[in-house]
């Protein structure tokens, strides 16, 4: 495994890519919002939700990039309940790519019951709900879904431009990390990986996994920290 530390950027970002969500019923309103200023939104309540009642403990978010360009995303989140049983989800816009097979995992990767969980489609995208059923004071979810046409172009190169953790929450996240995991054959030295940080005074650490991933680990996010990554390759 190599590893190295990233110099730290405190860099003003116009649009947090992935932000907090009002609740359900306010999904249609705030989908225009979300279309013009974020691309990923982690949303707040579900159906019967008046107020935020929970807090986040970890986010970890896996992508992996298959030879024809289709993504698979797993976002790992662990939630800390206040109100136990709340639904929380995942809003996906169409502008981040066109969605395909998606669902809700337990922590041990197995898919929720239908009780626990349901896809909310729309023009303006795809929305994943959830809630723990037996009402625990903390639960993880993994939010597990294809998407299609989201890598751009950048001369000879490939890839995305992304937010990695919500920007509108009232909450510290513990642990967070980001991996991506390239197409066989990719020149993993070749790779130009950016992490941007902002109101963020940590460590920004990336280590190089075998020879096709790179994970960045940047722990003890504070409540209006947020962090992005540009990664591009051949």
Known sequence: MKSWLVPLKRTLIVASIKRNRGGRLAAAAMALVAAAVVLFSLLDAGPASAQVSYSYR????????SPDGALLLRDRVTYNFTSPGEWVGLYIPVSYGKMGDAGVLDAAGIELEEAAWTREDSEEGTTLWCRDLAGAAEATFIYEYSLYGSL????????????VVPGNRSSPIAESSLTIRFPPGTDIEAVELDVVTERYSGIVAKNVLGSSAIMVEVNDLGADSTYSFSCYWP
């Open 152 to 163: 751009s172009r950048k001369g000879e190169m490939v890839g995305m431009d992304w937010s």
């Open 58 to 65: 970890a986010y970890h978010s896996d992508i992996t990039v």
